[in-house]
């Protein structure tokens, strides 16, 4: 075989409620979905996957692939329909979920926070308002009781800065904001508090049950050897690894109290110094020159994993690879970046990282949020009209991968 992973590693892949569940419209991004421009052509979740009534059948395919682990999320406003108010029914669906994934060997890694927001919650202010964090917690201790039993590890909130940067910068994510620095910087101030917050109370409910966040690290690297390109790199990766922990103090989300990292990587940018984009904080940002670009439209190469990790290994913690894919239509594509980027993987746990799993992105094709129907990550194809999976070559060797726990000879 070739390079060997650590007995015990962790194969899974990574799902987002709203994504794939389908009829998810009493939340901020239901609501978005429906104005006009949002979604790449008029694409809606309304049906998604159906991952909401088949998640047996789509559980069973993670069995045939061979994963012991998976990633998923819970929607918030599904289970707190109205603030302070739960649903007892849905409690009992993701008990049944986490229990079909239990009953087949594989273990459940649970989202709080995937993005998606009760309506409720978004209509006071979402992340922006004050009193944010509570109310997560609120949430978070109902989740933590009724399906702690269930869960093998915690992520308490996905990408928070990434989801700061679409919602109010970018404007990709709801509410739709663009260049409103002081919201972002509320936005991923609450998000810290509340991370914080949901850590503590995990931990006293479930004391042996591992906590963390996803933290997505776009990289940015300097298009040139210049000081100046430097600076700007530097700059620019700053504003998406850190945030705000108390009054003018910075941290890097990677540093926050935590039993272990979690590292989404996809892609990386070249940037420059331009004095003509003061909008920009004077950055010109572009595609790397010579690096693959996904249909996401962004570079990526899968060396770059190694080094994205190597960033991890003096805070001395266990790290997930909690997303990591390629957009693309073509499958033997999608396979030559499974071997590279665990390559890379494998050589970051030869540097000495403490690498204990790697989470692909995705199992199956889904909503992929603003970009609709579009962008294919999965391991798995599902047919937009009949809704029938297959698993794609692409799945099979990541299965094969999984049950020798090595990359295969050669490789």
Same mark, same amino acid.
């Given at each position: ?8 590693? &962790?194969?899974?892949? !990574? =799902? $987002?409620?709203h994504q794939v569940e389908g009829d998810n419209r009493n939340n901020d991004w ?14 809606? !979740? ?8 088949? #998640? ?20 918030? =406003? ?17 008990? *049944? ?47 933590? *009781? ?16 990434? +989801? ?20 972002? #910087? ?17 931990? @006293? ?8 966040? !996803?933290?997505? @690290? ?14 700007? $790199? ?15 103090? %910075?941290?890097?989300?990677? /540093?926050?109290?935590?039993? #272990?990292?979690?590292?989404?990587? #996809?892609? $990386? ?53 909690? /997303?990591?894919? %390629?957009?693309?239509?073509? *499958? ?11 390559? =890379? ?12 799993? +790697? ?5 199956? *094709? ?9 962008? @294919?990550?999965?391991?798995? =194809?599902?047919?937009?009209?009949? &809704? ?22 050669? @490789?």
């Amino acid at each position: 075989m070739g390079a060997r992973f650590p007995q015990g590693f &962790l194969w899974g892949t !990574s =799902s $987002a409620a709203h994504q794939v569940e389908g009829d998810n419209r009493n939340n901020d991004w239901w609501e978005f979905e429906q104005q006009p421009g949002r979604i790449a052509g008029g694409d809606t !979740s309304e049906v998604a996957c159906d991952h909401y009534n088949r #998640y047996r059948e789509d559980v069973a395919l993670l069995r045939e692939m061979k994963q012991n682990a998976h990633r998923l999320s819970i929607e918030w =406003s599904r289970i707190e329909p109205a603030e302070g108010e739960f649903d007892p029914r849905q409690l009992r669906h993701y008990r *049944d979920e986490l229990g079909e994934l239990r009953e087949q060997g594989i273990l459940p890694m649970v989202t709080l926070h995937h993005f998606s927001s009760p309506l409720w919650f978004a209509h006071r202010g979402g992340w922006a308002a004050a009193g944010s964090p509570d109310a997560f917690l609120r949430f978070v201790r109902k989740a933590v *009781d009724e399906l702690g039993d269930l869960v093998h590890m915690w992520c308490t909130i996905n990408e928070p800065t990434i +989801y700061a940067a679409n919602g109010w910068i970018t404007g990709e994510f709801p509410p739709g904001r663009r260049a409103d620095l002081a919201g972002q #910087y509320r936005v991923t101030r609450n998000m810290h508090r509340a991370h914080e917050m949901a850590y503590v109370a995990i931990k @006293k409910r479930w004391p042996d049950s591992p906590v963390g966040l !996803s933290h997505h @690290k776009f990289l940015f690297l300097p298009a040139s050897d210049t000081r100046r390109d430097w600076l700007a $790199a530097r700059t620019a990766q700053m504003v998406v690894d850190r945030w705000p922990v108390g009054p003018g103090r %910075l941290q890097r989300v990677v /540093e926050a109290t935590s039993d #272990y990292i979690g590292i989404a990587h #996809y892609w $990386a940018q070249a940037c420059a110094f331009d004095p003509r984009r003061p909008q920009d904080q004077f950055i010109r940002r572009f595609n790397v020159p010579g690096a693959p670009v996904t249909d996401m439209g962004w570079s990526a190469d899968p060396r770059w994993m190694r080094d994205v990790l190597g960033e991890l290994r003096a805070l001395g913690k266990p790290v997930y690879v909690t /997303e990591n894919g %390629l957009a693309t239509e073509d *499958d033997e594509a999608r396979q030559r970046y499974l071997i590279d980027i665990l390559t =890379s993987v494998a050589g970051a746990i030869d540097d000495g990282v403490d690498v204990r799993g +790697y989470f692909h992105w995705t199992n199956m *094709d889904n909503f992929e949020w603003a970009r609709g129907y579009g962008p @294919k990550f999965g391991l798995i =194809s599902v047919d937009r009209t009949s &809704l029938e999976r297959n698993v794609k070559a692409s799945g099979r060797l990541y299965a094969r991968i999984a049950t020798a726990n090595a990359l295969p000879e050669g @490789k």
